[in-house]
């Protein structure tokens, strides 16, 4: 079926990054956008970027322009997320999502979403 | 860049209809039709619920529905069911290829 599998938990000290893995199956990987939401405890959802897979090409919030980068490997149909100088306001669940079409450049909404991947930042 | 504005919190009876809305702006709800409505239980992913304003996915009950009038989209949820208690999200394609979210509106069955 229609999926994507994120990786697993993660914990980090204030100053350090982190590389969060997202794993497409059951559809066309470059056909569709993959988008990166992230959600603080007890906070709503917050827009983070996204990545076209076909072309590599990327669109991140102005928020975290400068400090998230998006990737991905067409090979193994996965997308990466990577946030540097992490911050205790960091700590999150961050989700990827599958959104319109890379083909036809349309959008429409975020229909696939992963599980989600918590990231704490303690010292 | 400011999130959609939402009720923070609505509440109705078994078999009630309720009714969110999410206030944007010309440059993102009033301006493309690529609104969308997601469901979030607590420790869940978020699940899509109405896209481009009125449109349903596969699978979601029609007891959810959209609409749009100028910079306000509303999402209606009729016939209240237990199940229905989440929190509940708006989403817009905003100007400049980027997206946004409402604040969120935790529904309360009573």
């Known amino acids: 079926q229609v999926q994507l599998v994120q990786s697993g938990a993660e914990v980090k000290k204030p100053g350090a990054s982190v590389k969060v893995s997202c794993k497409a199956s059951g559809y066309s990987f470059t056909g569709y956008f993959i988008q990166w939401v992230r959600q603080a405890p007890g906070q709503g959802l917050e827009w983070m970027g996204w990545?076209?897979?076909?072309?590599?090409?990327?669109k991140y919030a102005q928020k975290f322009q400068g400090w998230v980068t998006m990737t991905r490997d067409t090979s193994i149909s996965t997308a990466y997320m990577e946030l540097t100088r992490l911050k205790s306001d960091d700590t999150a669940v961050y989700y990827c999502a599958r959104e319109g079409n890379t083909v036809t450049n349309g959008h429409d909404a975020f229909d696939i979403w992963g599980q989600g991947t918590m990231v704490t930042v303690s010292s | 860049q400011s999130a959609l504005t939402q009720p923070a919190s609505v509440s109705g009876s078994p078999g009630q209809s309720i009714t969110i809305s999410c206030t944007g702006t010309s440059s993102d709800v009033g301006g493309y039709n690529y609104v969308s409505w997601y469901q979030n239980h607590p420790g869940k992913a978020p699940k899509l619920l109405i896209y481009n304003v009125s449109k349903r996915p596969s699978g979601v009950s029609n007891r959810f529905s959209g609409s749009k009038s100028g910079n306000t989209a509303s999402l209606t949820i009729s016939g209240l069911q237990a199940e229905d208690e989440a929190d509940y999200y708006c989403s817009s394609y905003r100007s400049s290829s980027s997206w946004v979210f409402g604040g969120g509106t935790k529904l309360t069955v009573l």
């Open positions: 990545i076209n897979p076909n072309s590599g090409g990327t």
